[in-house]
């Protein structure tokens, strides 16, 4: 077995993945921006929105700040499934298709760089951060004693100074959610696997938006850089199992050549040799 095709060591894995998880963290903090730049691209963003249509968030964030029922599920599940789906599909990737795991894990890493380059360059003030007078309710402040965060997102209580709650263009929730649900479609054999895959993007995706978390268009851009990410990651794995899709010879030994009309049969070597001791024999 070549190192290509032998399955990574879990522990060089888990070092890797932990030094890319600082380091996502850490772009996060260092990526503090002037808060009243903050708050003018979050209006920003909100206002194209609102000439296109498209500022679902708006009925999403009623519709949850509005019944306990819809909301504070909604916050158990951003505060938690972000930290915890994307590396158990990881870790089953690793034990399960080893094959295709360097090629999800090179996916992954590649397509937070973009978005810590986002959180730099567009610090971006999240809806439930906007004044009152432009509509949202800040859900997990609302329902922040049903669970363990505060008042500041998803972190503990008194943690709240360790994350940047300026960084909401792109959603990473929605991005890193796509991941997983990509690759329990495309490698999961059961249908609730398979389901999954579908589910969870798109529940993440109303979850965003229904705590006031992000806008719409903070979900296409998480859906964007793990686009881009994916096309860098098909060169840098090109012709690897990881996205090589399985072929089947199904010509039975027929040949066709680029200007051939029908296919011409390859000569096998039993057959080239009956046609040399016929020619022998001639």
């Not at 909100?46 to 498209?54: C, K, N, P």
């Not at 978005?115 to 432009?134: Q, W």
């Not at 979900?219 to 964007?224: K, N, R």
């Not at 860098?232 to 996205?243: E, I, V």
Request: glycine share 10%; charged share 15%; proline share 6%.
């Amino acid at each position: 077995m070549t190192d290509r095709h032998r399955p990574p060591r879990w522990w060089t894995e888990l070092l890797l993945l932990g030094l890319v998880y600082g380091a996502y963290s850490a772009g996060r903090l260092l990526a503090r921006g002037d808060v009243d730049l903050a708050v003018g691209h979050g209006l920003a963003v909100l206002r194209v929105e609102e000439v296109l249509g498209i500022d679902f968030e708006r009925p999403l964030n009623r519709l949850f700040s509005g019944s306990p029922w819809w909301g504070v599920p909604a916050d158990f599940g951003y505060a938690s499934l972000h930290y915890l789906l994307t590396p158990a599909v990881l870790v089953w990737l690793h034990r399960r298709r080893p094959a295709h795991y360097r090629a999800a894990r090179t996916w992954l890493v590649v397509s937070t760089l973009p978005a810590l380059v986002g959180f730099a360059l567009l610090p971006t003030c999240p809806p439930r951060l906007l004044d009152a007078a432009h509509g949202f309710t800040d859900t997990m402040a609302q329902y922040s004693a049903y669970g363990w965060w505060g008042g500041e997102a998803s972190a503990p209580r008194g943690l709240g100074s360790f994350t940047n709650q300026y960084a909401a263009m792109p959603s990473l929730h929605v991005g890193w959610a796509l991941w997983c649900g990509v690759l329990l479609w495309t490698h999961g054999r059961r249908p609730l696997v398979r389901a999954l895959g579908i589910a969870y993007p798109a529940a993440t995706t109303l979850v965003v938006m229904g705590t006031a978390n992000h806008y719409f268009l903070d979900a296409v851009a998480g859906a964007a850089v793990m686009g881009l990410g994916l096309l860098l990651t098909r060169r840098f794995h090109s012709g690897t199992a990881g996205f090589r899709r399985k072929t089947t010879i199904v010509s039975g030994g027929w040949d066709t050549s680029a200007r051939e009309l029908l296919p011409g049969r390859r000569p096998s070597a039993a057959n080239t040799a009956d046609d040399d001791t016929a020619a022998a024999a001639r």
